[in-house]
């Protein structure tokens, strides 16, 4: 079964910084990779995903993820965090198959906090 | 935008009661899941449901739960006999295709 790891729990960054938020995930064979967000008191969004083609993958609000098969990584991105991208980021994976389950396993979250 | 409507969005029960979580999904989608969030901890799959049946589930979904879509637009989860540690928000979620996800708001629900 696949699993999927986020290593920075918290991130406190100021204005204009840049993020990369760490997902790391375990499974051998294809998966879909998933970056999504939650807003305080909001439900999850999907900021970008990546089925197949170019690994680097533009997303909503600026972000971006790159995909590395050999470092089974996807690597959130931001060159410069505001004040409103202040939520908690999760990724997920889940495995193609013409199976109709085809359920996502999420990682832990990682809760950012932008100060202004 | 369209959106997958959740209620309640908060949900107090006493152990042992029955609870059904509703769900209204977006009207074009074709597979349905519930997820769950205990706080504090990872987002969890509990059910996919995919033509009328459940197509996978998890662990957790033992035989306290069950889910259904009645009347081809509501897509409940019950939970027959709540326990303490069923305390969590509870995400439903529909696609158009397997793999495509649109996020509910959520339902918190609280055992005591």
């Known amino acids: 079964a696949q699993s999927v790891s986020q290593h920075n729990h918290h991130v406190i960054l100021s204005e204009a910084a840049s993020l990369e938020l760490g997902c790391n995930y375990s499974?051998?064979?294809?998966?879909?990779l998933f970056w999504y967000v939650q807003y305080p008191g909001q439900h999850l969004q999907l900021l970008l995903k990546y089925f197949s083609g170019d690994p680097l993958v533009k997303g909503i609000k600026g972000f971006e993820a790159e995909f590395i098969k050999s470092k089974f990584s996807f690597n959130l991105r931001k060159p410069s965090v505001q004040w409103s991208d202040t939520a908690e980021y999760f990724c997920?994976?889940?495995?193609?198959?013409?199976?109709?389950?085809?359920?996502?396993?999420f990682g832990g979250g990682t809760r950012l906090m932008v100060k202004p | 935008e369209p959106e997958v409507t959740q209620t309640p969005s908060h949900q107090v029960t006493q152990m042992g009661q029955e609870v059904i979580l509703r769900c209204v999904p977006i009207s074009n989608h074709l597979y349905f899941y519930w997820y769950r969030q205990i706080l504090g901890q990872k987002v969890e799959f509990l059910v996919s449901f995919y033509n009328n049946e459940i197509s996978e589930k998890s662990e957790i979904f033992d035989d306290q739960f069950s889910v259904e879509r009645p009347d081809g637009s509501n897509f409940t989860l019950k939970i027959r006999s709540t326990k303490l540690e069923d305390s969590a928000m509870y995400f439903c979620?529909?696609?158009?295709?397997?793999?495509?996800?649109?996020f509910g708001s959520g339902t918190r629900l609280t055992v005591v």
């Open positions: 997920a994976v889940n495995v193609p198959s013409n199976n109709a389950g085809n359920m996502l396993t």
């Open positions: 979620a529909g696609g158009q295709y397997s793999g495509g996800y649109t």
């Open positions: 499974y051998g064979g294809t998966v879909n």
